[in-house]
């Protein structure tokens, strides 16, 4: 404190120094060129003495301006520069502190500076993005563990239970074949959280080459054959021929396999699930339609966000990453998607991705 004080002290006497040589040579030459001037028009001639008092009174002159001055700009520097310094510092320390829902007031007044605003305004932003992000971590890694957490907890019950004496063969096949089964949704979900962190730290890039997007989306739709056939679904293709894209086959394989999985799940036995391509001048169209339980507009407006699940009746068959990864591929690879749905009837998803 007492450090801070001093340095204020020494600063202030440092600002004074300066408007004191500034005054005193200004109001030196002005005086000379007067005085000068004055007798040079008026004959007059001054005598040591009349010289040695007006020195003085003109020093004299110069410290009281000088300290008006100085007095001036110190109060100027209070309101105009210390004040909204010591608001974005205090506001700043707050935030280093881990108090994201700190806002800083915007100066008012015919005095303020237009470059603290642009700070204010900048810092606010900042820390509106930072509790935004920081809102996104808890619920990502909330959601994590819960998502962990489910597959683990099957495994150990089944695990528990083939330790158990007496149980038949079937029912140890039972029990194998359930923790085979959360071992699969665990890597999946692992695998998917790779992918997609991946995706959003921007660690992967397109390898962008020209293929055949009608062939692509056949042996894609073609790798989920024995579960559309198991369900009697009837599959309904419109495929313009000969459609080529440059685009990358990898990250687009994710989007229609996502899709298809997707229509596939929730189109109930006997179904319809439709592919259609077709082109737009510049733009493939592609859209993936199911006869599914469909979904309500609120359920529709964050269907691509992280681990939402807006049937949860079947939160078992997925983890909630899918259309995230898909929308973020989309997204990267400089296309659009959307998606329009009627509850109780189904679902049409379209992607557009640009031929070149």
Sequence with gaps: MKK????????AVNSYVIFFIVVAFAVTCCMMLFVTTLADSMGLQFTADNITVAAKLTFGNVVLITLLFASIDLVRRKLTVDRPVKRITDAAEKIMQGDLSVRIEPLRGVASDDGFDRIIEAMNKMTEELASTETLRTDFIANVSHELKTPLAVMGNYATMLQKPGITEEEKNEYAKAISEAARRLAQLIGNILKLNKL?????????????????????????????????????????DDVRIRSDPELLSLVWNNLFSNAVKFTPEGGTIGLELRTEGDWVVVSVRDTGCGMKPEVGRHIFEKFYQGDTSRATQGNGLGLA????????????????????????????????
């Design 4 to 11: 801070l004080t001093f340095r204020r002290v020494l600063k």
């Design 200 to 240: 959003e730290n921007q660690q992967i890039f397109p390898q962008w080459e020209e293929y055949d997007l009608g062939e692509q989306l056949c042996s894609c739709l073609l790798q989920f054959e024995d579960v559309w056939e198991q369900k009697e679904l009837q599959i309904e293709a419109e495929i313009q």
């Design 325 to 356: 990864l898909v929308k973020r591929v989309v997204d990267i690879l400089n296309g659009e998607i959307g998606v329009q749905s009627v509850f109780g009837q189904g679902s049409t998803f379209t992607v557009k991705i640009r031929r070149k």
